[in-house]
């Protein structure tokens, strides 16, 4: 029998899998938040720009790599043992390795903690999205999952202010680690989703990420909802990350706090991941809720290069701008859910966006590598290079991916092999 569905959006399912989020954003960011007061700690010399460049962007790389092999690990996990294991296992994970971030003594252990972390807060979001997407009717799954992702993102705010209100970098990780286990208690509450227990008692391959791979259209759709997210971490890790980098170009002497600039930019998509859930309820459409979002991109975009960001307020005002553009996250992870049956589902939706994240390292390798230290090109030419290709792929990549909004997901992925 099909497990009844909740009618309303606020059942607990939604309001954990919004709080895991929440304390996986705390984590996911605390390090840009904190990164220059805890490289100080292990002796970075701040006045070292190079110094400073090299150790922060190991460290994020390597949390980044984390992150694109749990998402495999943790994502066929939840298509063979079920969502719930995820979420309990990843939480357990990340909440552990927060505690040793605590102790670092060196950057290599730093990183090899947040390496850990990444491995650990991979399984997160995309279980609580499969979660909450199996279980309301489609015609509220979109605004749940944008609550979801939403209500989860101001943990970049609460870890700023975290931050603010302790000054002390080793006591922000061992907090997360805290919050981790606390929702522990309330994961208890949380049933499995119906859809995954029916296919666990059909005879059908599982979790099996190899089926993404031997069957061509499958393989389509598994690389253009890839894709179409990858504006996220080139606004994030790019633009808001390095903002004190571009504002010594565009106004030289300032005094742009990167952490800040990641709390604006990250409320403003708090609050576009809420918006995005309901534009896309009014247009009956994904895909039109994510091309309005995209061009809201490009705009502020050109306002961030376009001269207008002359002061610390007003690159805090191009970060905020950034931020909300980008808040069509929760509609992205929400989409790849929505691409593949039950079997496939955690996998697809778990690994998705954390090979969004994962191309960070690719992106920063084209910003910092190929155009600067290769090329020799300014920070502002990279930039806008960069993301005009970023933006070209994406946009080729939603014009080919499927609309999903009245798509009913109670199906299963066959075996068979395409051409």
């Not at 509609?331 to 589902?345: D, H, K, P, S």
Request: glycine content about 10%; aromatic content about 14%; charged content about 15%.
């Amino acid at each position: 029998m099909n497990q009844p569905k909740p009618a309303s959006i606020f059942n607990v399912a939604v309001i954990v899998a919004a709080l895991g989020y929440f304390v996986d954003i705390y984590d996911l960011l605390l390090f840009t938040i904190v990164r220059e007061p805890s490289l100080a700690g292990l002796g970075v010399d701040l006045a070292d720009g190079k110094a400073v460049l090299a150790a922060s962007t190991k460290i994020i790389n390597w949390q980044m790599i984390g992150l694109l092999i749990g998402g495999i690990l943790w994502g066929i996990m939840g298509d063979k043992k079920g969502r719930l294991s995820v979420l309990f296992g990843s939480i357990i994970l990340y909440s552990v390795a927060n505690f040793i971030t605590g102790f670092v003594e060196n950057t290599d252990q730093y990183a090899y903690a947040r390496f850990a972390a990444g491995i650990g807060l991979a399984g997160e979001l995309g279980a609580g999205i499969t979660l909450v997407s199996e279980l309301l009717p489609k015609a509220k799954r979109g605004i749940g999952t944008s609550l979801v992702a939403g209500i989860g993102l101001f943990g970049a705010v609460f870890a700023y202010f975290t931050f603010k209100f302790t000054n002390d970098w080793r006591l922000c990780y061992k907090i997360g680690g805290g919050l981790g286990v606390a929702l522990l208690f309330l994961r208890i509450s949380v049933a499995e989703s119906g859809m995954f227990k029916q296919a666990r008692e059909q005879n059908v391959s599982r979790g099996n990420i190899l089926m993404f791979i031997n069957n061509g259209q499958r393989f389509k759709k598994y690389i253009l909802a890839i894709l179409i997210g990858l504006p996220t971490w080139y606004v994030i890790g790019i633009l808001v990350n390095y903002s004190n980098r571009f504002a010594n170009v565009f106004y030289e002497d300032n005094k742009i706090e990167s952490g800040r600039a990641i709390m604006y930019a990250y409320a403003a998509i708090a609050v576009g991941d809420i918006l995005v859930g309901l534009i896309s309820q009014y247009f009956k459409s994904r895909k039109k809720a994510l091309y309005l979002f995209y061009g809201f991109t490009i705009l502020s975009g050109i306002l961030f290069f376009s001269g207008f960001v002359q002061s610390d307020v007003t690159m805090y005002i191009a970060c905020a701008a950034l931020g909300f553009s980008t808040g069509f996250w929760a509609i992205f992870v929400t989409m790849g859910a929505e691409q593949f049956g039950t079997n496939l589902r955690a996998t697809a939706a778990t690994t998705i966006p954390n090979m969004v994240r994962g191309a960070l390292p690719l992106i920063n390798m084209m910003f910092l590598d190929v155009f600067q230290k290769n090329w020799g090109w300014d920070i502002v030419q990279s930039g806008i290079i960069t993301g005009i290709i970023v933006m070209a792929i994406t946009l080729v990549a939603a014009y080919f991916t499927e609309e999903t909004f009245h798509k009913d997901l109670n199906y299963v992925e066959a075996e068979e092999m395409m051409p």
